[in-house]
């Protein structure tokens, strides 16, 4: 299993911006099975998500669904969304192909790429290749619960094999929220981290991977928005915490192949999760 996580700038409020920067960068790398975009990425992190919000069926997540066909793989990244019944959520979905197309063909350049959307119907299962999670664990201190509705479903989805448990950033403050119970081999956070509070990324990123005995894909975000200044960090960390991480500052995707053999054989040898407090 190959992953790559998109670690770029984001043009406050301009998801047409974000998308064209989010399919250079995805076209542009290695071919890999799942592509992750960091939190509202489309948008950046707003707490007044009125008049920015997507419905749950919107361009950015039909846009997710083109990507995901095109590259035949799975695609996941959260998105501001005003939701059936009128609330708002900071939305994680988790886009799988279902009308695979071929890759465009030449030197690399960018061509678009025929593509059918696919009929979608509605809850947590969309149309058969959709699936999403609501951040449950809201972030106060930036006033994210004054607008915004927490999830509170523990949501995991299976692809390709492997199980992967999906969190959004202050999500990963939580061990308790994030514990396997051996049902996942892969947890994914993406984020808007800023750069003030980097140590504790790095350090949480490997605790819940240690902790779990599982990979940990963490996918921030650069640049700035009103707020905060960010620097990225996006990481893989395997069950051991080790880390590979992207460049500072810098827009690029990184892609890494996970070793499953390797983390099954770890968790047979040394049975930590067998041996959890419930």
């Known amino acids: 299993m190959k992953v790559a996580l998109v670690q770029m700038d984001i043009v406050w409020e301009n998801s047409k911006a974000n998308r064209e920067t989010a399919e250079r960068l995805m076209l542009a790398a290695e071919k890999c099975d799942i592509y992750v975009l960091p939190e509202m990425w489309s948008t950046g992190v707003t707490t007044e998500p009125m008049g920015v919000a997507e419905p749950e069926n919107g361009e950015t997540l039909l846009w997710m669904q083109k990507m995901a066909d095109t590259l035949d793989a799975a695609v996941a990244g959260s998105v501001a969304v005003k939701a059936q019944d009128g609330s708002y959520r900071n939305r994680l979905y988790f ?6 197309q071929p890759l465009p063909k030449g030197k690399g350049e960018i061509k678009s790429v025929p593509w059918l959307p696919p009929t979608f119907g509605s809850g947590e299962d969309l149309g058969g290749a959709v699936q999403f999670y609501d951040k449950h664990h809201l972030f106060s201190y930036g006033g994210e619960t004054e607008h915004y509705t927490p999830g509170s479903e523990y949501v995991t989805v299976e692809w390709r094999g492997l199980r992967f448990h999906l969190s959004t950033c202050y999500d990963l403050r939580f061990p308790l929220w994030l514990r396997s119970r051996d049902n996942y081999e892969v947890l994914i956070c993406v984020a808007s981290w800023p750069s003030v509070r980097m140590h504790a990324w790095k350090v949480l990123l490997a605790a819940r991977a240690i902790e779990n005995q599982c990979y940990v894909l963490g996918v921030n975000r650069i640049g700035k928005d009103p ?19 992207a460049p500072d500052g810098e827009a690029s995707v990184l892609t890494k192949e996970l070793d499953l053999k390797r983390l099954k054989s770890f968790r047979e040898k040394f049975p930590v999760l067998k041996e959890m407090d419930l």
């Open 95 to 100: 886009v799988k192909p279902a009308y695979p």
């Open 227 to 245: 707020y905060c200044e960010y620097s990225g960090g996006t990481s893989v960390v395997d069950a051991f915490g080790f880390s590979t991480v």
